[in-house]
């Protein structure tokens, strides 16, 4: 661990490519330290992305020990055909379909709650000094309404829409992440931003 | 331009609005739509709106995970990093040891700590090094004793001597021998006219007892 020099573990940022592979070469040997620095780089985005694609937003922390137990089981498998960050994306999908398969049996078996899915109460308070309390109660009204209709996509779409809006990755990641072609990444990005656009205009109609 | 062919023409720039808006469009189709959204209210509007989408999806609060996750997840890498017994073994040594490690360490550097202080005030200083002693405590000693004459009859006399902090005798008390008058006189002479170094506590003199034997030797010739 001596000759590599670890970045800031707090952002969210991923390492540069040199340093990733000494980094996958340190995962690899089993060092856990190496995965204690990961843990530190990628668990929010990927507990963000988690928490929008498992239905029940609470299992995402589960889904999260899940993927970060299956990077540490396939490590050694890792020849470095994309990059890490992609292939990290790639597992945290993977389980959240997993995930979503089983959750959707048990919710077919399982009495359920009127109050189920109701979501957490949200907090309104002007993010700047400049912003009123009304003017920051619209902007959280309307964060509200992307989120459930973003949460209304298709698996696939959604995934697409999050990587890209929020993750900010290329087309080319997007691809490898999804292992679909690039083609078919723009045509879901299109097709899933033209559901979203007539979704958002559904919900501001019933407001 | 007729009505129609402005429609087509809206309808296919707007299916490269999205790449436009990623900054994945080419170079001429980049050049194409800033040209036709200079001349078209309706596409600017629409690209406004759905630029906005876009910063709404940016704008989505990012979820941090909770801090037990991070603690957690490294416990479950942890585990798994040492699947093997041998591994377990020497992880459950090292947990075990580590808490312990401190505290033993300071009760070993006490326990030699105390054992120094303890081996160096048994031991008596030697009178000609100039050096302070630094051992907690020092008896008293001699520095100079005046002749005493014992008459050949005399046996041997020990006295027990009190000693004050600047070397003077205070009081002493025979133990041993005859208390005849003319024994107590040159008894009470020879203190008088003694030099004696007081005893030491951490190198500060005080009072002091020591005992001193006298005995008559007879040398013939």
Known sequence: MDT?????????????????????????????????????????????????????????????????????????????????????????????????????????REPFSLDDGQGEPVMHSAQSAEETPYE???????????????????????????????????????????????GTVKSRLMRGREMLRSKLTGLLSEK | MDMDALFETCGEIRKHFDDYLDGESSRERFRDVQYHLGHCAACGAELDRRGMMKSDLRSLPRRQAPPWVALRSRVLVSQELHRNLLGRLLVRLQNGLKPRLLPAMAGVCSAIICLGLFMTSGVVPITNIPDVPVSLTTPPRVRVLAPIDLNAGDQAVVVVTRIDADGRVISYQLLSGQPSPELMHRLDRMMYFSLFQPATLFGRPTNGQMVLSFRQITVRG
């Not at chain 1, 390492?15 to 330290?33: D, N, Y």
């Not at chain 1, 498998?77 to 398969?101: C, D, M, P, Q, V």
């Open chain 1, 4 to 108: 590599l020099h670890w970045l800031d573990v707090t952002g969210d940022r991923a390492a540069p490519l040199t340093e990733e592979a000494t980094l996958v070469q340190e995962l690899q040997a089993g060092s856990e330290q190496a995965f204690a620095y990961l843990l530190g780089v990628y668990q929010n985005p990927v507990f963000n992305l988690l928490c929008h694609m498992v239905e029940n937003s609470a299992d995402a922390a589960d889904v999260l020990q899940e993927v970060f137990l299956k990077i540490c089981r396939g490590i050694r498998h890792f020849h470095g055909e994309s990059s890490l960050k992609t292939w990290i994306y790639k597992i945290a999908l993977h389980e959240a379909s997993n995930h979503r398969r089983g959750w959707l049996r048990r919710l077919r």
């Open chain 1, 136 to 182: 920051a109660l619209e902007q959280a009204e309307r964060r509200e309404l992307v989120s459930r209709a973003l949460a209304s996509l298709a698996p696939s779409y959604r995934a697409a829409l999050i990587l890209r809006e929020m993750e900010e990755m290329s087309y080319e990641e997007i691809a490898r992440v999804l292992d679909i072609p690039e």
